[in-house]
């Protein structure tokens, strides 16, 4: 299996070079040269792997068919290593739970820290180490986070050998608990750094530092973010294990809603979509940030400046530049790299947004490829927390409100819709107490977590500034 750039760069490479490297030298993102294909035959068989082998086993039968340098033994052993019961809290790994006829909501949070983002996070750490090791290398990681990624690559990373974590945030942007779970981490691999600006300015560092190549091969700069595609590749499994559990022949379809700010989680599902896993829709759900909302409705993509970009009660979702877009628009517009090049390079750096709205691809996105979208905003996810807990009993978070609110405008008759979850309530305790008078249910693990002594340096949105300070803390 061979990987290309959206933007065109000739070159072909393998899963473990791209694994390490994060964006393509060119600026665009990796994504396989053609998606493998899953007949009915294969997805019978994987029915069968995943109720009577398990998760972990699914997860090798995908990631095989993109991984083909990691030996099979080693892969499967990866695999078995992440997801177990103990991690991740049940043998399902990712149970659905039934909300009202033809609803369910897929339980991706249970998780070390709480998040989805745990669930390719995971294994993402224990492929850095295995290959890291296998090559006798560091890896230093710079991200972003608008909340749960951080977190969940911190919980991945401390203490793996050959690796440390730079992760930028939002300074005052996220919620008490999100920033408890970073800083209070004291592990001397991990460095939290606030930055005076909102996630996209954290964003355009990381960016700007891997196209610095010089830098970014001296000190070894690697990604966590969605835009790397072994995290993407780890999130499309909990797709086919979601339709799975929700269907009982490969007749059937489904349809998934997909809370989303940076387009990495939905991709996801884009991608299981073209692998040939029977999708109907792919329900787009936005807060006030809405640029994704506004391109499904209109066809344009209009990035929002620092001032627009709103400070919301679903803060992982407050981006107004989706980085993993660009690769649906690279499938959108028939793999054109040199189009999608100028659209997402000179042209968002000129005037901020392209308007697909006359191209005859436009269309596609809807017809060919399944996409749906919607937004909700503040009072809409108060409404939807409090009728989930009055009507069937159960809590659940800003984000997954978000989803869940948009899923009942797309749902089709017959069709079962699926709702990914995006985190625990506790993790927006602030919000649940609004919508609900109470305080969600804690982990026992996190009690007094926001008391806890505080590691994080507070900078402002300076590229060189946050360059010296990898370069000083690697010491080379």
């Not at 294909?37 to 068989?45: C, E, F, K």
């Not at 990691?70 to 739970?97: H, N």
């Not at 996801?268 to 936005?286: C, W």
Request: with cysteine; aromatic share 10%; charged share 25%.
């Amino acid at each position: 299996m061979h990987y290309l750039s959206t933007r065109g760069n000739p070159d072909r490479k393998r899963f473990c070079e791209i694994l390490l490297e994060g964006l393509a030298p060119d600026g665009g993102l990796y994504l396989p040269v053609a998606y493998p294909q899953v007949d009915d035959a294969t997805l019978t068989r994987w029915r069968k792997v995943y109720h009577e082998q398990g998760y972990a086993e699914l997860a090798f039968e995908i990631l095989s068919l993109y991984v083909d340098d990691i030996p099979a033994d080693d892969l499967r052993a990866l695999c078995a290593k992440t997801y177990t019961a103990e991690v991740f809290g049940t043998g399902e790994i990712v149970p659905l739970r039934h909300l009202e006829d033809g609803v369910w909501i897929e339980a991706l949070s249970n998780g070390p820290t709480l998040a989805f983002k745990d669930m390719a996070m995971q294994l993402l750490g224990n492929l850095f180490e295995y290959e890291l090791g296998r090559r006798g290398e560091e890896l230093n990681i710079l991200g972003a986070t608008s909340g749960d990624t951080g977190s969940a690559a911190e919980y991945a990373m401390r203490g793996k050998k050959g690796v440390r974590v730079f992760m930028t945030s939002p300074h005052g942007r996220m919620s008490p608990f999100q920033q408890a779970q970073m800083f209070s981490l004291q592990d001397a691999n991990i460095h939290n750094i606030a930055i005076n600006g909102v996630f996209d300015d954290c964003q355009d560092i990381v960016k700007a530092v891997s196209n610095d190549l010089a830098f970014k091969r001296k000190y070894k700069i690697g990604t966590v973010n969605s835009i790397n595609w072994a995290r993407l590749l780890a999130q499309v499994v909990y797709y086919f294990a979601g339709y799975i559990q929700a269907t009982e022949t490969n007749t059937q379809k489904v349809s998934f809603a997909v809370p989303s700010g940076n387009f990495g989680n939905v991709c996801a599902g884009h991608v299981a979509r073209q692998m040939g896993l029977p999708i109907a829709k792919l329900v787009v759900a936005t807060n006030e940030n809405d640029v994704l909302d506004e391109f499904f409705r209109t066809g344009v993509y209009r990035v929002r400046g620092t001032a627009d970009t709103h400070e919301t009660s679903s803060p992982s979702m407050d981006i107004s530049k989706a980085s993993n877009f660009e690769r649906f628009v690279f499938d959108l517009l028939g793999r054109d790299g040199a189009r999608v090049k100028a659209l997402f390079g000179e042209g968002l750096s000129k005037t901020g947004q392209f308007d697909l709205s006359a191209d005859p691809a436009f269309a596609q996105a809807a017809s060919r490829y399944g996409f749906v979208s919607g937004k909700s905003v503040h009072a809409d996810r108060l409404r939807t927390i409090r009728e989930t807990f009055e009507q069937h009993g159960m809590v659940i978070d800003t984000h997954t409100a978000d989803g869940l609110k948009v899923a009942l405008e797309q749902r089709t008759e017959g069709v079962p819709m699926v709702v990914l979850e995006t985190a625990l309530p506790i993790k927006f305790a602030g919000t649940i107490v609004e919508a609900l008078g109470r305080e969600p249910e804690r982990p026992a693990k996190f009690e007094g977590i926001e008391a806890l002594p505080k590691r994080v340096k507070v900078m402002d949105a300076d590229v060189d500034a946050i360059k010296a300070l990898v370069a000083a803390e690697c010491g080379y």
